[in-house]
C-alpha cells in the first residue's frame, strides 16, 4: 500500500497541503482514464496542472498537442480555431478551472458554433496550483458545468467520483457535437512533466504533424 | 450593399472598397472570420454570415479573435479579426502569444477617437491603438483614403500570409467618418 506522505501524487501532498476541493479523484489517472486512446485527437492544453495532465496520458513528446505555457485564456478559443480548420480529427481543450474562468464567455461563442469535432475537458481542483493554490471561484460556488450549460453546449457532464469517468469519456469522442467535461480531482502537486515551451518549436511540432510541414 | 458617405457638397457617395475587400480576403483563403459586431465593418461581418465557405464567428470579447487565429493557424487555415478600436484594448496579454509563437496575424480596425472624433469615451483607446498594437510586436498600417485599402490589404495579406507578420490595418476616421460636429 502506497505511503500517502511520500507519494508525490497524492491528495494534499507537496504545496496543496491543507488544501481541500469538492473533488478527491487523482486528477492524472483521472484525465488519463477520460482521454483513453489519444493516438488520433489533437490537443491543446491550457497552462500548468492542465499541460502535465495532457503529456502524462500523450507522452511528453507527443506533437500533437500544443501545451500554452502563456496568454492564459486562451485555450478554448484557439481549440476552436484549430476545430474548424480541421473537421476531420477530433480536437480535445484540457483546462484548468482558473484558466477557463478568465474567458468563460468563449463557451458561448462555441456553443453558438457547436463545432461536432470539438471537446474541452476542464479539470477543476478549485485552486490556482501554480501561485500558491489559493482558492479559486469553483471553489467558492461557481459550477463550470452549469455555465457551459448555460452557454448552450448540449453535451455537459460532471465527473466526480470513477464510476462516472466511462460514459464522460465515450461522450468527449461520441462527436455529437460540441462536449463539455468538467472533472472534479482532489487538490494535489504531482511533479510537472517537461517539455519544450519555445511557442514557436511547438507551433512547428504541431502543424508538421497535423499537416505534414511547418 | 456598400457603406455612404457624403461628398463636399453633402451629396452621398457610395464607397465600394468594402465589398472588394471581402472579395480580397476570400481570393487570399481567409475562411474564419472573428468578430464583436461593429458598425464599420458591417459590409464584412454580413457577406461572412451570408457566405457558406467560411466560418464567422461572433466573438464575446475580442481577444478570443486573438487565439481563434492563432488555432486556425495550428490546422493550416487563415483568419482574420474585425474590431473596433476600443476592441484592441481588449487584446493585449493575449497578442504575446502571437509573439511568442510567431504566429501569423491579420487584423482590420475600424478607428474612433482620431481624426474629427465627437465621442469623448472614443478618445483614450482610439489614441491608444496603435501604440500598444506596436508594443506587442504588430505593425500597423493606416488607410486614410478609399483607393488606398484594396492595396493596403493586399499588402498586409502577403506581410501576415507569406512573411509570417503580425500586422493590423487600420480603417481611420478619415476613411470611414466622424460623427459630425453637434
Not at chain 1, 459550477?143 to 452557454?151: F, Y
Not at chain 2, 468594402?18 to 459590409?43: I, N, S
Not at chain 2, 493606416?142 to 507578420?165: C, K, N, W, Y
Amino acid at each position: 500500500m502506497t505511503d500517502q506522505s511520500t507519494d508525490p501524487k497524492a491528495i494534499g501532498g507537496g504545496r496543496a497541503a491543507g488544501k481541500t476541493a469538492s473533488g478527491h479523484l487523482e486528477r492524472r489517472a483521472a484525465v488519463k482514464a477520460l482521454l483513453g486512446d489519444t493516438s488520433d485527437a489533437l490537443f491543446i492544453s491550457g497552462l500548468a496542472g492542465a499541460k502535465s495532465d495532457v503529456l502524462e496520458a500523450t507522452g511528453a513528446d507527443c506533437k500533437r498537442v500544443f501545451p500554452l505555457v502563456g496568454a492564459m485564456g486562451a485555450e478554448a478559443a484557439m481549440a476552436l480555431g484549430l476545430a474548424l480548420a480541421q473537421p476531420n480529427r477530433r480536437v480535445v481543450c484540457v483546462t484548468g478551472d482558473g484558466e477557463l474562468l478568465m474567458n468563460v464567455g468563449t463557451l458561448a461563442t462555441i456553443a453558438v458554433l457547436n463545432p461536432p469535432n470539438l471537446s474541452i475537458l476542464c479539470v477543476d481542483n478549485e485552486h490556482y496550483g501554480e501561485t500558491g493554490f489559493q482558492r479559486s471561484h469553483t471553489g467558492r460556488g461557481v459550477d463550470l458545468a452549469k455555465i457551459a450549460e448555460g452557454a448552450g453546449i448540449q453535451a455537459v457532464r460532471t465527473v466526480i467520483e470513477e464510476s462516472e469517468i466511462p460514459d464522460a469519456a465515450a461522450m468527449l469522442r461520441a462527436g455529437n457535437g460540441t462536449a463539455f467535461v468538467l472533472l472534479k480531482v482532489g487538490v494535489s502537486d504531482p511533479p510537472g512533466i517537461s517539455r519544450n515551451r519555445d511557442a514557436a518549436l511547438n507551433k512547428n511540432w504541431f502543424r508538421e504533424a497535423v499537416l505534414g510541414e511547418a | 450593399m456598400a457603406q455612404q458617405e457624403t461628398d463636399e457638397d453633402g451629396a452621398p457617395v457610395t464607397q465600394t472598397w468594402p465589398e472588394e475587400l471581402y472579395a480580397l480576403l476570400r481570393e487570399a483563403e481567409v475562411t474564419q472570420f472573428g468578430y464583436v459586431p461593429d458598425a464599420g465593418h458591417q459590409v464584412l461581418i454580413d457577406r461572412s454570415i451570408a457566405d457558406p465557405e467560411v466560418h464567422s464567428v461572433a466573438l464575446t470579447t475580442e481577444e478570443e479573435g486573438v487565439a481563434l487565429l492563432a488555432g486556425a493557424h495550428l490546422g493550416g487555415a487563415r483568419g482574420v479579426l474585425l474590431m473596433q478600436s476600443s476592441g484592441v484594448g481588449n487584446c493585449i496579454n493575449l497578442l504575446s502569444l502571437i509573439k511568442n509563437g510567431g504566429f501569423p496575424f491579420l487584423t482590420l480596425v475600424s478607428m474612433r477617437g482620431d481624426f474629427g472624433e465627437g465621442t469623448s469615451r472614443q478618445i483614450p483607446m482610439g489614441q491608444a491603438t496603435q501604440p500598444v498594437l506596436e508594443a506587442m510586436g504588430v505593425t500597423c498600417m493606416r488607410a486614410e483614403h478609399p483607393d488606398e485599402v484594396i492595396p493596403m490589404v493586399r499588402a498586409a495579406l502577403t506581410m501576415v500570409f507569406q512573411s509570417g507578420m503580425a500586422v493590423a490595418v487600420l480603417l481611420t476616421q478619415k476613411l470611414i467618418g466622424a460623427k459630425p460636429f453637434k
